[in-house]
């Protein structure tokens, strides 16, 4: 879908923890199957979202590097990705119920770059952190 990479399944996380949980499987498993049967994608951003949770920022920053993590120890080349957090920067829906702050909270993968070239001019972070 555009340069997003459609999961699955969520990643999942218990509250306030960095590390893929229980469910979590499908999506990495699709991501990682993604960059073994597209080697022209030279690099992925990894991005992590949180919201309605103190701290934010660095739970999103902690949540990417950990999916990042995960996709290394499973033979993805570390310069293919790009873990980035965006806190509650980029919502997709309305923060202020529950339901909407859970959709919020995401892991999304994007394409960066094709044959070692970044996509669409934007940079590589997506001005991510």
Same mark, same amino acid.
């Given at each position: 879908e555009g340069n997003r990479l459609v999961l699955p399944d969520l990643v999942r996380f218990a509250a306030g923890l960095d590390s893929p949980g229980r469910g979590s499987?499908?999506?990495?498993?699709? *991501?990682r199957?993604? !960059?073994a049967a597209k080697d022209y994608i030279t690099m992925v951003r990894i991005e992590g979202h949180v919201s309605g949770v103190p701290d934010a920022q660095? !739970?999103?920053?902690?949540?990417?590097?950990?999916?990042?993590?995960? !996709?290394?120890?499973?033979?993805? #080349?570390?310069?293919?990705?790009y873990p980035v957090g965006f806190g509650d920067n980029k919502p *997709?829906? #309305?923060?202020?119920?529950?339901e909407g702050r859970a959709q919020n909270t995401r892991i999304e993968a994007h394409n960066v770059a094709l044959r070692g070239r970044l996509i669409g001019g934007m940079p590589a972070d997506g001005s991510g952190k």
């Open positions: 499987e499908a999506a990495l498993v699709h *991501i199957g993604y !960059l660095g !739970l999103s920053e902690r949540r990417a590097l950990s999916v990042a993590r995960w !996709l290394v120890s499973k033979g993805v #080349d570390c310069k293919r990705l *997709i829906a #309305d923060g202020s119920t529950p």
